[in-house]
């Protein structure tokens, strides 16, 4: 064999050896929302690749309402940007009927999916298939300073009514002091501000659509749910609400500048950290309020994540999902940084774990909010559609968007309750009877 052979035999097997270590080693970019428990996950993206060294992570960590866009753009697209993604309890029945993420029933023996909670898990199946794992579920909550609850000669009760938080709410408020009595949803997306107000609307017997499909915006549940929600954050809300969402007003909480934040259950775990928040030692629970009509205003929700059909790397993204949502990941985080700070709402074992109950004083009150919270039937009268903060229908992602704008802007002062009302029914109908309802 001549020297230039085995050259180049040896340069064929150098190449066939790198392209064997290409093969070997996958690259999955994940995208997720800029969430406290989302960071968490990211730090921990060392402990993944000890246990995966063959797997490279890229992270794509984005503002809750971004994300929610440039994800829908992508699958939508089949662009194949993302290997995993975070998507809600809106999206996952809505895509898996479509075709446009995987089932996920084949994730291994270690990850035990009869353990999620048949709440989490059933919104996020379709026929039979488990389209996105939850990494965190939710309801929604109040949370409040005891202290200042004390100093206002108030006690919370374990079930309030929208007029107590109302009451509490001025008797809290001390706006030179920069303490302002309740902190709500403003900013604008169906995700955001229309979350919060759906919810919301269901205490006060209000629904989007009638049995037929026609818009409900005109109607007398809908005018005291804005009129209620307006009249509250001027009267005992801090400046700037209509820009505050979810992390705004955490901050504003943690800071000690909110007496009650009615909001997402998932919270509960920063409130409570005397790392992040100012006012931790002095923080209660209860259920979201109502009106005595049956439902509360609490809502029913899950962070997930899924595999979109168009991922070039679908193996080694479900091996990030089945380590990020198995029990082992609980196990992770709570020898790091302890029981409390474990994602919530997902397993009936986290809520049987004594470890977990001990070190988390909101634990039974987020069970039981999940729990009180029903899809299937979420107002006073029937409703044609399933989902307590959201419809269940593809064009309400763009519609209940444009609703939370104009609600929004009423909240900043830009116009009446009466005004913003007759704009969303308006639009809802225009865009209700484009698509055929």
């Known amino acids: 064999m ?24 996958d690259t999955i970019t994940i995208a997720t929302v800029n969430n406290g428990d989302m960071i968490r996950m990211q730090g921990l993206t060392e402990v993944f690749n000890e246990a995966h060294p063959d797997i490279t992570v890229e992270w794509v960590t984005l503002e809750e ?34 075709g446009w993420l995987l089932s996920l029933n084949d994730l291994g023996d270690d990850y035990n999916i009869d353990d999620l909670l048949p709440a989490i898990r059933g919104g996020l199946t379709v026929d039979g298939n488990l389209y996105a794992s939850p990494f965190y579920g939710e309801s929604s909550m109040v949370m409040y300073r005891t202290d200042l609850m004390e100093a206002a000669g108030l006690e919370m009760p374990d079930a309030p009514s929208w007029e107590f938080i109302r009451e509490a709410a001025i008797a809290m408020t001390d706006r030179e002091a920069g303490v302002y009595g309740v902190c709500l949803r403003g900013k604008p997306g169906w995700g955001e501000n229309m979350a919060f107000l759906t919810a919301m ?10 049995e037929d499909w026609t818009p409900q915006f005109d109607s007398e549940a809908w005018s005291d749910t804005l009129t209620f929600y307006l009249d509250l954050l001027e009267q005992a809300g801090p400046p700037g609400a209509a820009n505050n ?14 007496g009650m934040w009615i909001d997402a259950t998932v919270a509960a775990s920063f409130v409570t950290n005397p790392d992040d928040s100012e006012v931790a ?14 439902p509360r205003g609490n809502w029913l929700w899950a962070w997930s994540l899924a595999v979109p059909a168009s991922s070039d790397a679908p193996e080694a993204a479900m091996t990030f999902i089945e380590w990020a949502t198995g029990p082992g990941y609980a196990e992770i985080v709570a020898d790091r940084e302890g029981w409390a700070n474990v994602p919530p709402g997902t397993r009936t074992s986290l809520y049987e774990n004594p470890a977990y109950l001990e070190a988390a004083p909101f634990a039974q009150m987020t069970l039981d909010s999940i ?8 107002t006073v009268d029937p409703v044609p559609y399933t989902g307590v903060q959201f419809v269940a229908i ?6 209940a968007t444009e609703v939370g704008q104009i609600f929004s802007s009423a909240l900043a002062g830009q116009m009446s309750a009466e005004d913003a009302l007759a704009q969303a029914q308006d639009l809802a109908t225009e865009e209700m009877d484009a698509a055929g309802y």
């Open 2 to 25: 001549s020297r230039n052979t085995v050259l180049r035999a040896s340069s064929a097997l150098a190449l066939c050896i790198v392209a064997a270590s290409a093969t070997a080693q």
């Open 65 to 98: 309402n971004v994300l929610r866009q440039n994800v829908t753009t992508d699958i939508a697209q089949g662009g194949g940007q993302y290997d995993v993604i975070t998507i809600g309890t809106y999206e996952v029945p809505i895509w898996g009927e479509r």
């Open 201 to 210: 609307s269901n205490s006060f017997g209000a629904r989007w659509f009638d």
């Open 245 to 258: 969402g979810f992390n705004e007003n955490l901050a504003l909480f943690q800071q000690g500048n909110c």
């Open 281 to 294: 030692d002095s923080i209660g629970f209860a259920l979201a309020p109502d009106n005595g009509l049956g």
């Open 371 to 378: 729990l009180s919270a029903d899809p299937t039937s979420p």
């Open 394 to 399: 593809p064009e309400f992602a763009g519609l």
